[in-house]
């Protein structure tokens, strides 16, 4: 049943997109360069292809598909660290424009 429904290479493609997320949150959180950190997030994950990853909307239990349902985890993760990036770098702006828009991302 596995190889029907999970694949292989989308668990391997899951575990370099979470890899991805961790890596650029933990050096955004060293280096406090947020911006620069999400873009590179978001370059790693187009290259991996995962899909959904540049849609914002949830998707319903009808869209998944379960044989990318592991790699499509995660844009829920990659959504949070966003939004969490975005807070920081409209942060340091001082902007409260700038805040409110991030957070509304």
């Known amino acids: 049943m596995w190889r029907y429904w999970w694949s292989y290479p989308d668990e391997l493609r899951f575990l370099r997109g979470y890899d991805a997320v961790f ?43 379960f044989h990318t349902m592991l790699s499509q985890s995660i844009n829920g993760l990659s959504g949070f660290s966003r939004k969490v990036m975005l807070a920081e770098v409209a942060k340091t702006s001082n902007d409260d424009r700038d805040c409110a828009k991030a957070l509304s991302a």
């Open 23 to 65: 890596n650029e949150v933990k050096s955004a959180q060293t280096t406090g360069s947020f911006e620069d950190e999400l873009n590179v997030q978001d370059k790693k994950l187009n290259k991996l292809e995962i899909p959904g990853v540049d849609d914002n909307s949830p998707g319903s239990i009808s869209d998944m598909n």
